[in-house]
């Protein structure tokens, strides 16, 4: 089975740094899909990133983007210029390209924003 | 209203009461999720629907009844729930789970506490 896991229960940066955020997953397919999700305090989760497993490729959106590995399983989320809004749990999420849709998530990680 | 809503957003009820959870999403999507999330715990996929079909149920327990009369909306009905299912409970909707990037939108969810 899969699993994904957030080994940073939480994480501070100072604003307008940059700050990475690890995931590491266990999965014996070749090809699958990733996310990054952000959940605000009393506000609802939104996607951040995504990658496909096939794409070399790093995917980026703006402040944020992705360090995919694939040998290694790991799927880090880097936030350059970090803003007071983007103080939130970050979850990670591995998807498999095959017939099951079911998100695997990781336990998340908090991301403190010190002004 | 836009994206998808639930409500109440806050819930406090006894072990002996009967309540439901009500999620609407105007996204047009054909998909539609329940989680459970609890503190420092991955997200807990609970039910899917697909087409209003309920696709998937996590051996979750008899207590919690999805009801999906149609694809706009999702209930969850509670009755004789215990204190650990205290947590707070996201509604997902998304367009196409055949779709491995499907992403998956949220509502704010419910915060639920059983006394």
């Known amino acids: 089975a899969q699993t994904v896991t957030q080994s940073q229960p939480e994480m501070s940066v100072q604003e307008a740094e940059t700050v990475t955020l690890s995931c590491t997953y266990d999965t014996s397919e070749s090809d699958y899909y990733l996310f990054w999700y952000k959940q605000p305090p009393s506000r609802q989760m939104i996607l951040v990133i995504r990658q496909e497993a096939y794409k070399q490729q790093n995917a980026t959106e703006n402040r944020f983007s992705v360090n995919f590995q694939k040998a290694a399983k790991s799927f880090s989320l880097k936030i350059s210029d970090s803003q007071l809004g983007d103080a939130a749990m970050y979850f990670c999420a591995y998807r498999s390209a095959d017939s099951n849709y079911q998100l695997i998530w990781g336990a998340g990680t908090k991301l403190i924003i010190k002004p | 209203e836009t994206g998808v809503t639930q409500t109440p957003r806050h819930l406090v009820m006894g072990m002996t009461n009967k309540k439901s959870l009500k999620c609407e999403q105007h996204l047009g999507h054909n998909a539609m999720y329940w989680y459970k999330q609890s503190a420092k715990k991955p997200l807990e996929l609970m039910f899917v629907y697909n087409f209003k079909e309920q696709t998937e149920n996590n051996s979750v327990p008899s207590r919690f009844s999805p009801e999906c009369p149609n694809s706009s909306h999702l209930f969850l009905h509670l009755h004789t729930l215990q204190p650990e299912d205290s947590a707070l409970y996201l509604c997902?909707?998304?367009?196409?789970?055949?779709?491995?990037?499907?992403?998956?939108?949220f509502g704010p969810g419910t915060r639920l506490t059983v006394t």
């Open positions: 997902a909707s998304s367009q196409d789970m055949a779709s491995g990037d499907d992403e998956q939108y």
